[in-house]
């Protein structure tokens, strides 16, 4: 009788799968190569068992369970959500990088939570105003301390039932939040460089940790940058929401937000009621998209 699971890991050719009884180091069949189907971290497979009592003990992925969807970079199936874990301060966030995985998150429509760490030495002030740059784009925005505990039980709330990929840049905490989840995922972390300010990249390849039986979530290798691919400059427009409320009183249709005359995003943002960080990064992220040479197929 074949037994369900969940791929947490691939390394060497075996993948470990997380099932009710608990883990078991796997093989694919010779038909998924045959097919060209590959299993991935996420998966949702089924597994006859070859050996029960050996350590680790052993098993056979005989299926694949139809995906919800697929991850290219970081290669993984079926997530739910992303939670963006950036530190308040030390080192003080890069608001370029944090709309880099916002827009990458909404081009596969997975829901975003930001979780901004190390509030534990973050004024008040500085949270407040993080909160009210990134709600108005529609993010749950949250505030924690890995240090301290603070903020972990309303994340684990966000988290149960859902397999969630942790994202952002190297030193902010995602390696200790993932060890505060699942203790026994015993995650390295790196020393802050001081420096620098800059963490060490300590994560090596794509792992789930279950946090319990139906509750996972994925550090993936830290990120130094995002190249935004396969959108046109035009189409960056759509993943600033908070630019809609203005867009339909610019004087042109097809306005840009740029240099075009009665521009109702510029207005808004001279007003105060855009944030202006959020336009200044929306304007360097437009001249990149502009200035890209075309690729063409050989």
Known sequence: MAV?????????????????????????RGVFRALGIKPLVGDD????????????????????????????????????????????????????????????????DLPAILAFNKSDIAAAGEMEELRNIYEQCGCRVLFMSTRRNGGIAELQQLLSGRTTVLAGPSGAGKSTLINLLCPQAHMETGELSRR????????????????????????????TSLYL??????????HYPEFDDYAGSCRFSGC???????????KAVAEGRIPKIRYDNYR???????????????
């Open 45 to 108: 497979v089924e597994i006859d068992i070859v050996d029960e009592h050996s350590d680790p003990r052993e098993g056979s992925i005989v299926s694949i369970l139809p995906r919800r969807n697929v991850l290219i970079r970081p290669s993984v199936a079926n997530v739910d959500q992303a939670v963006l874990v950036f530190a308040v301060s030390h080192p003080l966030p890069s608001f370029n990088m944090l709309d880099r995985f916002l827009i990458t998150m909404g081009q596969t």
């Open 256 to 266: 840009m937000h740029m240099e075009e005359p009665g521009c109702a995003v510029k």
């Open 229 to 238: 691919e396969n959108m046109k400059a035009e189409e960056l427009k759509e």
């Open 4 to 28: 369900r699971g969940k791929i947490i890991k691939s390394l060497s050719g075996f993948y470990e799968v997380h099932t009710g009884p608990g883990c078991y180091r796997c093989r694919a």
């Open 284 to 298: 360097v992220l437009y001249a990149e998209l502009k200035d890209r040479k075309p690729v063409y197929p050989h």
């Open 196 to 223: 620098i300010e800059r963490g060490k990249n300590t994560t090596r390849h794509i792992e789930l940790f279950a946090v319990d039986k139906d509750t996972y979530v994925m550090d993936t290798p830290g990120f």
